[in-house]
């Protein structure tokens, strides 16, 4: 139950954060952004001291961890890759627009006989 009303408060804090953006319509910008930031702030302060919080802490360093043993390709291979994508879309291309020619070729001349002007 502490975890909902803790929840609870972090989303009143977050829309305190949000109303006294409009509230302080005459002010200064940067004074809106800030309390803006203040209500983010003072919101995930809450909303990290929480179980689902404390998960998602967890959650985000085995993210960073696993991030940190992706392997990225060289640019080398990065270009070989990419020069094989390019060459194939232009077989791909060639193929269908033959293919596209041969079925009206054969349809409009062979089939229904007629002849384009």
């Not at 929840?7 to 954060?17: E, H, I, R, V, W």
């Not at 002010?27 to 001291?49: E, F, H, N, T």
């Not at 360093?61 to 390709?73: S, Y």
């Amino acid at each position: 139950m502490a975890d909902k009303i803790k929840f609870a408060l972090a989303l009143l804090l977050l829309a305190a954060g949000v109303a006294g953006f409009y509230l302080l319509g005459q002010q200064a910008m940067i004074l809106r952004v800030l309390c803006v930031l203040a209500g983010v702030g003072a919101a995930l302060a809450v909303g990290w001291q929480t179980e689902p919080g404390q998960r998602f802490v967890v959650f985000t360093r085995d993210a960073i961890t696993e991030t940190k043993k992706v392997v990225w390709p060289s640019r080398k291979e990065t270009l070989q890759t990419t020069g094989i994508v390019f060459a194939f879309v232009v077989v791909m291309a060639l193929f269908l627009w033959l293919t596209d020619k041969s079925l009206e070729w054969v349809l409009y001349d062979l089939v229904l006989g007629w002849k384009k002007s």
